[in-house]
């Protein structure tokens, strides 16, 4: 059975850091983070392909880092000068049908965590 588990998330003023993990069983294929705000529609924010390859949403490029330890099992989003709008649930999801076309549209993703709330103080 395919679990994602997220962790890592908490309060941070802006311009503060965070780095959130999602730990995965078996093959990672292509996997991404995404987050949603109270009232909002989810948004993909960074994905990586089975080959490495990363993508980013405009919203977070240059401030967030996505990567993975394999060894581990492990998938990261590194995330620096957060600002407010950054608030919201983050979630790892992957995405088994496309290792390595997954874009960051949501329904690519077959497969997702329940969350970590990520909270970003002005």
């Known amino acids: 059975q395919v679990q994602l588990v997220e962790s890592g998330g908490g309060s941070v003023q802006a311009g503060g850091s965070l780095r959130l993990s999602c730990a995965y069983s078996?093959?990672?294929?292509?996997m991404g983070w995404f987050r949603q705000a109270p009232g909002k529609e989810r948004e993909g924010v960074a994905r990586i392909n089975s080959r490495g390859s990363t993508v980013y949403a405009d919203s977070v490029k240059g401030r967030f880092t996505i990567s993975s330890d394999n060894a581990k099992n492990t998938l990261y989003l590194q995330m620096n000068s957060l600002k407010p709008e950054g608030t919201a649930m983050y979630y790892c999801?992957?995405?088994?049908?496309?290792?390595?076309?997954?874009?960051?549209?949501?329904?690519?993703?077959?497969?997702w965590g329940q969350g970590t709330q990520v909270t970003v103080s002005s």
């Open positions: 078996g093959y990672r294929y292509c």
């Open positions: 999801a992957r995405a088994v049908r496309m290792p390595t076309s997954c874009t960051l549209g949501e329904y690519d993703y077959d497969y």
